[in-house]
Structure formats: structure tokens, C-alpha cells
């Protein structure tokens, strides 16, 4: 199997040859229309992107994942959006969604960091001063 097409540098290529997708300039081949959903669909993949560093940090596997996840993340808004309005869902089709994009989101790299909860002296004692210099204030 010849295998030239496919290792074609992304440079090579004149950018007027390349996809709109390729190029940055579109999300989709075809344009979905300006819908709600289509603006939270790249304002999710954005932020996801963003967590990963940026655009030009990703290799093209992880930004086809990084769309995956933005896919299935709303997705799971929908379906949240129709149980808040008090609509039946169907439990297994979200719990699954919910489980793929943690995978989808593992495989991206992205993992719950623990985050530091030693409280700082210099603050507490500081919050505290604070908080006796109002209780001074209103006794007075």
C-alpha cells in the first residue's frame, strides 16, 4: 500500500489546498448554521483546548479527541436540560455518555488534580486580626 498521501507535511501543502478545518478557519466541513448548540459546542471544545495549553500544543489525535469530548459533553447538557425541565431521560444513555467522556477525557490527559487545602498561617492569622478589628469596630 502506498502510504506517500498520507505522510504529506501539513507545511508542504499551500494553505488555499487545504481543508477550512485544517486551516482554523471552520469547525465543520459544512457549516451546521449559527445555533444555539453549534456556539456551546466550540465555546466547550475552546475551553478544553485551552486546558490542554492551547491549540498549537496539540497533535491532531488530540484534537480530534478534544471534538470528541465536546461532542459528548453537550450531549450530557442536553439530557441535563431536559431533566431540570422535569423530563424523563434515559439514565443509561447518560450514564454511558458520562463515563465515555471521562475516558475520552483520561486519554486527553485530562485528570483531576487534588488541589492544596493547608490553610496559609500568615492568612488565617491575618483573617483573623481582621475579622476582631469588626467585631472591635461593632461593640464600640
Excluded at 445555533?35 to 496539540?58: K, N
Excluded at 461532542?71 to 431521560?89: D, F, H, N, V, Y
Aim: aromatic content about 4%; hydrophobic content about 35%.
Amino acid at each position: 500500500m502506498d502510504t506517500s498521501a498520507i505522510r504529506i507535511d501539513r507545511e508542504a501543502k499551500p494553505r488555499r489546498c487545504r481543508s477550512a478545518v485544517t486551516n482554523g478557519s471552520r469547525l465543520f466541513v459544512e457549516r451546521p448554521g449559527d445555533t444555539r448548540w453549534s456556539r456551546r459546542f466550540a465555546d466547550v471544545l475552546t475551553e478544553i483546548v485551552s486546558d490542554l495549553g492551547g491549540a498549537d500544543q496539540l497533535s491532531e489525535g488530540q484534537r480530534q479527541l478534544a471534538r470528541r469530548c465536546a461532542t459528548i459533553a453537550i450531549e450530557c447538557e442536553k439530557l441535563e436540560g431536559a431533566a431540570a425541565a422535569g423530563s424523563a431521560i434515559d439514565l443509561e444513555t447518560y450514564g454511558q455518555l458520562t463515563d465515555r467522556l471521562g475516558r475520552a477525557f483520561h486519554r486527553l490527559g485530562l485528570e483531576r488534580r487534588s488541589r492544596d487545602v493547608t490553610p496559609n498561617i500568615h492568612n488565617y492569622l491575618q483573617q483573623i486580626a481582621e475579622e476582631e478589628a469588626a467585631a472591635n469596630e461593632e461593640a464600640q
